[in-house]
């Protein structure tokens, strides 16, 4: 029969040879064998009633594929393995590359059109892996706007979960990752998990077999999505990189952060940045951004950045997105009185933009009102007074590159902040373009980046509607939400943390409170946790505001290699005595992050015990105002007592090895 065969997915076995390839039989009539075989990429097509992972129409109404063994292609890090219709003339690719130091898979297919006739792809997932065991426990993050990365665990059941989003821009309400653990803390127990490198539709299906074990498929939605393969066409699919440790969920965070460090972001630090949005919203001004630049240059801020409402008639979010010239009124001069005063302080610069989008009332519009996505004899639709571009089209990119290009060659910007701010709705009639979209966005910030090597990229979309593995290709930060709240973004930031990077993790401090006032230190200390930012209206602060700010700030600047290139712990769990904890460490430092959003009747302290330190050496820290000296085997067992009291009350501790 020829079919490819999957035999083990988990702990490193040595000896190939012991691997034993059971015989294929039926169970009965209702339990044929192409069902019951654990494929290693199963297609549609037979009597497999399964997941599939591809499916096809060819052009004389075959929908089903039929597919042989070619061979395979290997050096020390890829191996590829050729598959082939029996029939047609259509070829598919399975790509694998290890990255042996973290212990990582990433996997994808190809798929090769080399006949005569179109063919439709109706699906097309990038891999699959299949799982020894039932009795697993899924976490994945669910949420909205405003509400990001609410961390969600079930226990698998029968029946299939589905985790998928159908917007084509954001993914607040599902992200794509999964984490299956069996019986796992954080530093023990199997942990099995993957990530998509995808930022629009998306699947992730994980389903228990009725004869043992579970699967799991990652790839694009097949929503509303045909991707026509033309005569000598080829599409590769979006990557998925897959993992396991036996060592709990710690280690699978310490092995995608150290992915990301290693082959995915750029080396140096984060700069700390002040974004005026919150201070002034659409209602810029040359004067007054140069007088928060000097507020934020008095803090230690290093990256100013301009946001919304320094271009076209933008007054508010009805009118201006796709007129990108500098608006006189704000700015007599255009930008380069704020940028040199900026310049002259001796920070970097930055600005928003929203490229993909336009108002109906732009003369963008006006001149191509072909460039948005409709259908024909339909109300257009609108959100937040916005329309989406067509990307998909040549001459949409184009003008997008132009208009970036245009502002980087003519002024001094370092910083980028690239926002989407609604879905995507009205695709037209081809069905490939929810795909298509986001694969032109790459395109474009990867010929951005390539002309302008030195530009930092935030990634934004109504907050954390795009953060995942694909826009880290060009991108280099996530605006993880638009919700700002200190506490708020204490389980954000946790749930982002098993997968994503900490570098990447953009994280503000800011005037929003969703509850009873958050002292600054308690803001400072949970925007500290990521690559840290400002949005205050600085203008309104008192003295003592501004020099607390100071300090937290050069603070931050004395740790931040460590928070940003160090391994990430979380050290207790979220509902644990209210305390919550987290510990960046490298080879000689480690940092403590306590809070405790609400004090009680008779709270007690917390028992903290260190992790990731040196046994045999001995490390200087400060608690209660004392300088302590200890072993790293007596603060990994024994830990230290650490109390704090009032509400939304933090602590950082700093260790050093000293010998």
Not at 119 to 132: A, Y
Not at 139 to 147: I, K, P, Y
Request: charged share 25%; glycine share 6%; proline share 4%.
């Amino acid at each position: 029969m020829g079919l490819l065969r999957h035999l083990y997915w988990g702990p490193k076995v040595n000896n190939l040879e012991d691997f034993d390839v059971p015989a294929l039989a039926e169970m009965s009539s209702n339990d044929p064998i192409l069902d019951l075989t654990d494929e290693e990429y199963p297609v549609f097509g037979g009597m497999r009633y399964k997941e599939h992972c591809l499916k096809v129409n060819f052009a004389d109404g075959t929908r089903d594929i039929e597919y042989r063994y070619v061979g395979y292609t290997q050096t020390e890090e890829t191996l590829v393995i050729h598959l082939k219709d029996a029939h047609y003339e259509f070829e598919f690719d399975l790509h694998y590359k290890v990255y042996e130091v973290q212990d990582l898979i990433e996997r994808t297919v190809s798929v090769r059109n080399t006949g005569n006739d179109i063919i439709e792809i109706e699906k097309v997932h990038s891999g699959q892996i299949h799982l020894p065991y039932q009795d697993l426990t899924l976490t994945s993050s669910h949420g909205r706007w405003l509400a990001e990365f609410q961390e969600f665990k079930q226990p698998l059941g029968q029946g299939k979960i589905v985790l998928e989003n159908r917007r084509g821009i954001s993914t607040h309400h599902h992200n794509p990752f999964f984490v299956l653990d069996h019986q796992a803390s954080e530093t023990n127990g199997e942990v099995y998990f993957g990530v998509l490198k995808l930022s629009g539709n998306f699947q992730t299906i994980i389903e228990p077999r009725p004869y043992g074990g579970t699967l799991v498929q990652m790839g694009i939605s097949s929503h509303d999505c045909v991707i026509s393969l033309q005569p000598g066409e080829e599409f590769m699919a979006p990557s998925m990189l897959v993992g396991y440790t036996n060592s709990g969920f710690e280690a699978m965070t310490h092995a995608m952060n150290d992915f990301a460090k290693q082959h995915v972001l750029r080396d140096g630090v984060r700069p700390v940045l002040y974004n005026s949005w919150e201070a002034t919203e659409f209602d810029v001004h040359c004067d007054e951004q140069i007088a928060l630049a000097k507020k934020a240059k008095e803090m230690g801020v290093e990256l100013f950045v301009i946001d919304d409402g320094w271009f076209g008639q933008r007054h508010s979010d009805a009118d201006g997105l796709g007129d990108w010239y500098v608006n006189t009124d704000k700015f007599p001069e255009g930008l380069t009185p704020l940028i040199s005063a900026v310049k002259e302080m001796g920070m970097m610069f930055g600005i928003w933009i929203e490229p993909e989008m336009v108002n109906p009332p732009t003369q963008l519009l006006k001149d191509h009102p072909d460039w948005i996505y409709h259908f024909e004899n339909r109300m257009n639709d609108t959100s937040r007074n916005q329309m989406v571009l067509n990307v998909t089209l040549p001459e949409v990119q184009e003008f997008i590159f132009n208009m970036i290009d245009d502002l980087l060659a003519n002024y001094e910007i370092d910083y980028i902040k690239w926002d989407a701010n609604r879905p995507i709705s009205q695709t037209g009639i081809s069905r490939d373009m929810w795909y298509r979209h986001i694969e032109a966005v790459y395109d474009i910030a990867r010929r951005v980046k390539e002309k302008y090597p030195n530009l930092l990229l935030e990634a934004c979309a109504s907050g954390g509607g795009r953060v995942d593995y694909g826009m880290l290709d060009s991108f280099d930060d996530f605006w993880t939400s638009d919700n700002t709240d200190a506490y708020d973004r204490l389980t954000i930031q946790r749930t982002y943390s098993y997968v994503y990077p900490i570098k990447a993790m953009r994280a503000w401090v800011t005037d929003a409170n969703n509850r009873s006032t958050i002292p600054l230190t308690f803001k400072f200390h949970s925007a500290m946790m990521g690559t840290l930012g400002m949005g205050c209206n600085i203008l309104k602060f008192t003295e003592e505001e501004m020099e607390l700010s100071r300090q937290l700030i050069e603070e931050y600047k004395e740790i931040r290699h460590i928070i940003q290139d160090g391994d990430f712990y979380r050290l207790n769990p979220i509902t644990s005595n209210n305390y919550q904890v987290y510990e960046y460490a490298n080879e000689d430092e480690a940092v403590l992050f306590v809070f405790l959003p609400q004090t009680q009747i008779s709270r007690l302290g917390a028992c903290i015990k260190i992790r990731g330190l040196d046994a045999d050496a001995r490390y200087e820290f400060n608690l209660s105002d004392d300088l302590i000296i200890k072993s790293g085997s007596y603060l990994m067992n024994h830990g230290i007592q650490v109390k704090l009291s009032g509400d939304y009350a933090s602590t950082i501790i700093k260790f050093k090895k000293i010998a």
